[in-house]
């Protein structure tokens, strides 16, 4: 029994380009490289229908340079506050010990 070949998605990009801009026809493509012309045909729908999941993309990444931007605002008052604890925590304990004198 034959073996099923797997192929990376920058081989299937490049042979449906090799379609898609005529420097190959259908015919020498599924030759060439030993494919079946309904493979051919299915990795060709797959890559025209991704360019709008392509282009969506670059909002979402907006979207988190967002989220990135708030959280670092987060860090930075976390941390001030932090600070501002450790300076009280120092002053804390000799105001009490003064009140103990």
Not at 72 to 97: C, D, F, H, Q
Request: hydrophobic content about 35%; overall charge positive.
């Amino acid at each position: 029994m034959s073996k099923r070949r797997t192929f990376t998605p920058e081989f299937k990009a490049r042979v449906v380009l090799e379609e898609l801009t005529g420097v190959k026809d259908k015919a020498e493509i599924c030759r060439e490289y030993r494919l079946r012309s309904q493979v051919l045909s299915r990795w060709r729908k797959e890559f025209l229908e991704r360019p709008p999941e392509i282009f969506a993309t670059e909002p979402s990444r907006g979207d988190e340079q967002k989220r990135i931007a708030e959280l670092e605002r987060m860090v930075g008052r976390l941390t001030m506050e932090l600070e501002a604890a450790k300076k009280a925590s120092n002053i804390l304990p000799s105001l009490s010990t003064r009140k103990g004198r």
